[in-house]
């Protein structure tokens, strides 16, 4: 694999990294480039995926790691009971990229829309508690 460089690539801590993989396959049509396991078998220490164009890493959450790992402040969404981010992708058709995650699993947050800065929008929450917002630019107005 040739190295890429991309400004900035969201590491997510996942409750379910395995899970979370096969979720973004069919929702968000990633691919997956590598994963590595932990010595338990049952959870991984890295995960990487290209989704839309860019890297994503994924972990899952090592508890009894927290303290040393971000000071015991990263946390996976369902453990926190929220989340802080969204992740945005730029789609060809939001209505499509909406209906594929919640089709998948995701929670719709908000329909897609005609938003005033000139996309059309959407949010859904996946399985996992991550924030997904999809947009596409919508034609200019004819005057």
């Not at 090592?62 to 402040?73: A, I, L, N, S």
């Not at 897609?112 to 800065?117: L, R, S």
Request: aromatic share 8%; hydrophobic share 45%.
């Amino acid at each position: 694999m040739t190295a890429q460089t991309q400004g900035v690539i969201a590491h997510l801590s996942i409750d379910g990294a395995t899970e979370a993989i096969e979720f973004y396959k069919d929702a968000l049509g990633a691919t997956e480039v590598m994963r590595i396991p932990a010595e338990d078998g049952k959870r991984l220490l890295h995960a990487e995926l290209m989704v839309n164009g860019s890297r994503l890493f994924i972990a899952d959450d090592f508890v009894e790691y927290r303290d040393q790992c971000g000071g015991g402040k990263m946390l996976p969404p369902r453990v926190a009971g929220s989340t802080g981010v969204s992740l945005h992708l730029s789609v060809a058709d939001c209505d499509a990229a909406v209906k594929r995650a919640t089709d998948a699993g995701a929670t719709l947050l908000t329909a897609p829309f005609d938003a005033f800065w000139g996309d059309r929008y959407g949010l859904v929450l996946d399985p996992f508690g991550h924030a997904w917002s999809f947009a596409h630019p919508l034609p200019p107005k004819q005057s």
